[in-house]
């Protein structure tokens, strides 16, 4: 019997009970049974969704009218499987980012399904066109002004808390016939009232699709500018083996390659210099060609002067860091050019003003501090 093919209610009903175990029982963070448990119920959806498809129970040619009620909790898959991918643990950011990225695609899928029975409201309507120009930037809240990304969450938060009780009045009436569980009807309720409440919880689903995709761009954002994870020893070994393989089957092979210089200095912590992105991603330092390395193979160990005597002194005199001039001449006062009337004039000028200064201030008149 274990053999035989699973029907969909069964699948469905299984992957059902099993979220909502993870969402009741208590498990401990990133514990094997907790990524068991999510795992499962990930396989068990992505089989529902599978069968779905063999089934062609979803056509983009049929109406809302057309499904009928028990098949409404089936659009919510794609949404569960976006948040039951979410809370896997990961051990790396590429494999977070891998995650991310698969939920953002489950969201996608879920609202454009949604979209197709025309089950969006006109808001989620429009934030799905804002979302589907620009997916890697959409905010809910799409403003640099405090002010208003204050009031748009206020408002975003309001709206969540009017859905929410919605469905909740709706589900505590006696018609919709509740089981233990609230997300699974008894089968005894009104239908219409069972439709109703079906209708409820996707407009809820799809409020907090749209917050979690402005999440999600959030996190990658974060993501996006932390620092390469480090190495493994296991990398570093296979890039060494690799390296050495580069460098061909000769001893006295040369590369220009940084890293394979630092690792044969041992100043190298083992790994790649640069990024595919071009960022260094340890300390490095620059070495000459091979051709002056070879050159400086016989020279002596002290510095060698680089220029001559006078080359520096002229050197030093274009930088203006020699001061010619002093000595005897100096003090020589040049004579001065009798045919030249404007310069005579101007001597003249400058030696009246002078006197002029020194009759209006004598010797020791602005010394007023240490007159007895």
Same mark, same amino acid.
């Given at each position: 019997m274990d053999g035989e093919p699973r029907s969909l209610k069964a699948v469905f009903a299984d992957a059902e009970s099993q979220r909502i175990a993870l969402e009741t029982q208590p498990f401990t963070p990133n514990s094997q049974e907790y990524t068991d448990a999510i795992s499962s119920a990930i396989k068990n959806y992505q089989e529902s969704l599978r069968l779905i498809s063999h089934l062609s129970l979803f056509s983009p040619n049929? =109406?809302? +009218?057309?499904?009928?009620?028990?098949?409404l909790p089936l659009l919510l898959i794609n949404y569960?499987? #976006?948040?039951? =991918?979410?809370?896997? @643990?990961?051990?790396?950011?590429? %494999?977070r980012k891998r995650i991310l990225t698969s939920a953002r695609d489950f969201y996608e899928r879920f609202l454009h399904l949604l979209d197709s029975y025309s089950l969006l409201s !006109?808001?989620?309507?429009?934030?799905?066109? !804002?979302?589907?120009?620009?997916? $890697? !930037?959409?905010? !809910?809240?799409?403003?640099? &002004?405090?002010?208003?990304?204050?009031n748009a969450k206020i408002a975003n938060f309001q709206t969540e808390k009017s859905l929410r009780q919605?469905?909740?009045?709706?589900?505590?009436?006696?018609? *919709?016939?509740?089981?233990? &569980?609230?997300?699974? @009807?008894?089968?005894?309720?009104?239908? %219409?009232?069972?439709?109703?409440?079906?209708?409820?919880?996707l407009a809820y689903r799809v409020h907090l699709t749209f917050n979690s995709l402005d999440s999600l761009n959030r996190e990658m954002e974060i993501l996006s500018m932390a620092p390469?994870?480090?190495? $493994?020893?296991?990398?570093?070994?296979?890039?060494?083996?690799? &390296?050495?393989?580069?460098?061909?089957?000769?001893? &006295?092979? *040369?590369?220009d390659?940084?890293?394979?210089?630092?690792?044969?200095?041992?100043?190298?912590?083992?790994?790649?210099?640069?990024?595919?992105?071009?960022?260094?991603?340890?300390?490095?330092?620059?070495? #000459?060609?091979?051709q002056d390395i070879a050159k400086g193979v016989f020279r002596p160990?002290?510095?060698?002067? $680089?220029? =001559?005597?006078? %080359? *520096?002194?002229? +050197?030093?005199?274009?930088?203006?860091?020699i001061i010619e001039g002093g000595g005897e001449k100096s003090g020589q006062v040049p004579e001065p050019d009798e045919d030249?009337?404007?310069k005579a004039e101007q001597e003249m000028y400058k030696a009246r003003a002078w006197d002029e200064f020194v009759e209006e201030n004598p010797r020791g008149s602005g010394n007023t501090l240490n007159r007895g």
């Open positions: 049929e =109406s809302l +009218e057309d499904l009928s009620t028990s098949d569960h499987l #976006a948040e039951l =991918s979410q809370k896997l @643990p990961t051990p790396s950011l590429p %494999e !006109t808001p989620s309507s429009k934030l799905l066109e !804002t979302y589907t120009s620009s997916p $890697t !930037t959409f905010s !809910t809240a799409n403003s640099n &002004d405090p002010t208003v990304r204050r919605k469905l909740e009045y709706l589900r505590a009436r006696p018609e *919709y016939g509740a089981s233990e &569980d609230e997300d699974i @009807p008894s089968g005894a309720g009104d239908e %219409e009232v069972v439709r109703e409440v079906h209708l409820a919880n390469p994870t480090p190495p $493994t020893p296991q990398q570093n070994q296979q890039q060494a083996e690799d &390296d050495l393989r580069h460098r061909g089957k000769g001893n &006295d092979s *040369y590369s390659r940084l890293d394979i210089m630092n690792r044969a200095l041992g100043s190298g912590r083992g790994g790649p210099i640069l990024s595919q992105q071009g960022k260094p991603l340890q300390p490095f330092t620059l070495l #000459a060609n091979r160990s002290h510095n060698l002067p $680089t220029m =001559s005597i006078d %080359e *520096y002194l002229e +050197e030093e005199r274009r930088r203006g860091g030249n009337y404007e």
